[in-house]
Structures are given as structure tokens and as C-alpha cells.
């Protein structure tokens, strides 16, 4: 593990020899978010005011006096066209707070103190996230900053924390390029796409009839690029003949993108997005009835957005994840088991959690037993945020969500690669079932799947 006083040399380093040039095209971009969200219980809503950024670095915590709670930002996208999946994270952020709160707080010295969350609206867009990140470190004092949904906002806010020295976790992203980066601010809960893309394909290919040929599509964006990428590895691998390889825009027309794979006529077909494109992927296949023998697309299969989107055409869907509340996983800190978180959400918030949700619920116990073990009172130094990155870059938690462990080299350096990946199939009532890979498979898959017609 990586040495305190090591690692805490080379953040200054970093910092004084040039860690602001990481956020030259980021930092001061136009375009912030503007709106407000409120959570509930301990979080509430902000987006930082109208601040800049400034060459100076993030709160100190000497100008603030003492304060009754940590404060933590949280950068993800409350409007735009990725707003699902912000409010997806910001739910996952609300319940740890929420929970935690209720639970009396984090202890620290003999004291307890309850968490706040302030929001900042990423809009779906870099530059707004960006922008937001910038105005939140300059004007609102955080401790630390829970991070964004999507990879690219996330590749906009990790040179800010850089620039400003603050601590960050994402419960969310899981773009390989964010890791490669080599961030020293910048942490992530779930492992990242390049991994749980080729361990899922490879699942997937394995099952009987073994698959011949592939069709893979993808948005062209990073978090779902590295996923095609990520299933094209993984069918070379098992010497599956790719007889495509696609990346189409967000706003692409599916008819086409169906047309076009119908008349190639793969065994299996392959799609890395977000759920819009999946189900506009799925309606389109069955209006033109395109019946491979199966679809796989990640990211959430498991979410009531793509279920309803896709209507009965959901069913028999193959996904990715790393986490179910039925997952084999042994709890701890804050919830003491996968089935008692997930009666916390339902109970919150009327849906079943998706991994999502629960990676960054992850985040913030994560940062809580940091807090701990750093063993300062809120508002936190800028010397205490530096030690806080020491110790999380040693910290190992166990929690319903998996074991929390970050690497500290390497091309997954401050991620966390130690949760399984889990080959999931929806059955005909939307619920999912563990289909692979073998040694985790709790269900039997329906496969080859019914064509439309036999639906």
C-alpha cells in the first residue's frame, strides 16, 4: 500500500508543478448548471452560485470555523438528456446521507456529525459539469465531492478536483480512460467498463449453442465505446468472427443501425450505451424483426426506464452488472446485507435499486469510514483533504454493495476492481436473473431467445 508521507509529497508536487494545466478546455467553461434539486433528510440542493474557479485550490476549512456536519458536493447530471441516470446516482447519494443521519451521524473524537449533501447540475454536458464543479469548490466550503454519472462529465470533473485538491469519488462512471488518467483526487466505486463488458461478454459467448458471429454497436461516447470495445475483446477472445463493429452518435437512427445488422445476420448482437439507446436498439429490432439468438446491452437492462421504454420487447434482454439485491454479498458498514439495502430504497423512493444506485451509496460509506479514520472534525484542512486521499488509497471496506479496495498503479489506479461481474437475463416479468458466468449463474438462461414471432 502506498506510504502517507509518499503520497502526500507527490500531491504536492503535482499541484505546484502544474496540476492546473490538467484543466486547461475544463476550468471556467460556460454553460453551468443552474437548477436546484433537493434530497431529502440530510442532502439537500445547490449548484455552487455564480463563483469561479481559481488558481488557489478548494476551501482550506480555516476561514469557516467549526461546523456541525461534513459537507459534501455532488456533481452529476439533474437535467439533460442523462438525467435518469443522475437521479439514479443522487438517489443512491441521498440514502447514504439520509441513512447515515439517522443512524447518528459519523463519529469522530468522541463526536458525532450529521452529512449534507449540495447538488450541482452537470446538465449531460462536460463543460457544464465542469463549470458547476468549479463554482461549487469555490463557493461552498465542501469537504469532499461525490462524483457524476457518466464517464465524459466525469473526464470534465476530475482535472477541477485535480486543479483544486479536493477529494472525489464516483459511484457512477466506469470509463477505462478515467483510471489511465492516474488521477490522485479521484477515486470510483464500480470497476470499471473494460472489465464487466469483457467478463459478461465472455459469459455470454460461453453459453450452449456457443455463438459463431457477432454484431456489435455502440454510442459513440467513452463510457459506451469502451463498451463495444470491451465486447469485441471479449468475442475475438473466444475466436467469434465480429462481423461488424459500429459506433453511431447518440441521436442515431435505429432503423438504420437494424436494418443494416438484420441483413448480416449474426448469432448474437452486442450494444454498449446508455438506456435510451437501448431502447430504441430493442423497438426497432422488433418492428423490423431482427431476432438474433440473443442482446446484450449495457449499461441497465435492470432499470424500470428501459423496462417501460421497451415494453414486453424487454423480456429475455441479456445486461451486465455488478450487483443485485438477490448478489452473494456479505454487507457491513451502514447495511447489513443486499436485501436490506434494497428494502431501504423501496421503502425510499417506491423502485428497486439498480448497481448504480448502490455504487454510490458505496461512495458515501466509503468517505464515511474514511472520515473516520482520518479522525478530523468538520470543515475539513486542506492538509486533512490530502491525508484523507491517503487513506483512502489504503482503506478496505466491506459493504452490501462488495469489498471496497482501491488500486493505487497501474491502468485502474483509484478504482475499485474487486466486485464480480454478473451476467444477467430479464425474465418474461421484467425481473432479472443471474445467468452467468457459471460459477455465479443462480438461474438458467432462455437461450436461444424466442423470436419475435413466438413472442
Wanted: net charge negative.
Amino acid at each position: 500500500m502506498a506510504d502517507h508521507h509518499t503520497s502526500k509529497s507527490r500531491r504536492r508536487f503535482l499541484k505546484t508543478a502544474g496540476a492546473g494545466a490538467i484543466a486547461v478546455g475544463f476550468a471556467g467553461c460556460s454553460g453551468g448548471g443552474s437548477g436546484t434539486d433537493s434530497g431529502s433528510g440530510g442532502s439537500s440542493g445547490s449548484d455552487g452560485g455564480s463563483g469561479t474557479d481559481t488558481e488557489s485550490g478548494g476551501s482550506t476549512g480555516s476561514t469557516g470555523g467549526g461546523r456541525d456536519r461534513f459537507k459534501l458536493g455532488a456533481v452529476t447530471s439533474l437535467s439533460g438528456d442523462l438525467r435518469f441516470g443522475g437521479g439514479v446516482t443522487k438517489r443512491g447519494y441521498d440514502l447514504w446521507a439520509d441513512t447515515i443521519n439517522q443512524n447518528g451521524g459519523i463519529e469522530v473524537g468522541g463526536e458525532s456529525y450529521d452529512v449534507e449533501i449540495v447538488y450541482a447540475d452537470a446538465q449531460s454536458k462536460p463543460s457544464s459539469g465542469a463549470d458547476a464543479a468549479s463554482r461549487m469548490i469555490s463557493n461552498e466550503n465542501v469537504d469532499a465531492v461525490l462524483g457524476p454519472y457518466s464517464s465524459n462529465v466525469t473526464l470534465a470533473v476530475c482535472p477541477i478536483m485535480e486543479r483544486n485538491s479536493m477529494p472525489h469519488i464516483t459511484g457512477s462512471a466506469e470509463s477505462p480512460q478515467i483510471w489511465k488518467e492516474q488521477f490522485e483526487y479521484s477515486f470510483g466505486t464500480i470497476p470499471t467498463v473494460s472489465i464487466i463488458a469483457s467478463e459478461t461478454g465472455e459469459a455470454l459467448l460461453n453459453l450452449d449453442p456457443n455463438a459463431e458471429s457477432v454484431y456489435i454497436t455502440g454510442v459513440n461516447e467513452p463510457f459506451s465505446k469502451s463498451t463495444a470495445e470491451a465486447m469485441r475483446t471479449a468475442a475475438e477472445n473466444a475466436g467469434v468472427e465480429v462481423l461488424d463493429f459500429q459506433l453511431f452518435p447518440r441521436g442515431a437512427d435505429y432503423a438504420n443501425v437494424v436494418s443494416q445488422a438484420k441483413s448480416a445476420g449474426p448469432d448474437l448482437h452486442l450494444h454498449g450505451g446508455h438506456i435510451g439507446s437501448h431502447v430504441n436498439l430493442i423497438n426497432a429490432a422488433e418492428q423490423f424483426d431482427y431476432s438474433p439468438n440473443g442482446f446484450m446491452m449495457h449499461y441497465g437492462v435492470n432499470t424500470g426506464s428501459y423496462k417501460d421504454g421497451a415494453g414486453a420487447g424487454a423480456a429475455h434482454t441479456f445486461g451486465a452488472t455488478v450487483w443485485l439485491p438477490s448478489a452473494d454479498r456479505s454487507g457491513g458498514a451502514l447495511f447489513d446485507s443486499p436485501g436490506a439495502y434494497a428494502d431501504a430504497a423501496q421503502a425510499a423512493y417506491g423502485s428497486a435499486p439498480d448497481y448504480t444506485q448502490a455504487g454510490s451509496t458505496a461512495a458515501g460509506i466509503v468517505f464515511q469510514e474514511a472520515f473516520k479514520e482520518l479522525g478530523a472534525a468538520p470543515p475539513l484542512s486542506q492538509d486533512d483533504k490530502d491525508e484523507l486521499v491517503s487513506v483512502l488509497e489504503e482503506i478496505e471496506v466491506n459493504t452490501f454493495y462488495g469489498d471496497v479496495k482501491f488500486e493505487t498503479e497501474g491502468e485502474y489506479y483509484h478504482n475499485n476492481i474487486n466486485t464480480t461481474s454478473l451476467l444477467i437475463q430479464l425474465a418474461e416479468d421484467g425481473s432479472p436473473k443471474i445467468v452467468g458466468p457459471e460459477d455465479e449463474a443462480v438461474d438458467e438462461p432462455t437461450y436461444p431467445i424466442p423470436s419475435w414471432s413466438e413472442r
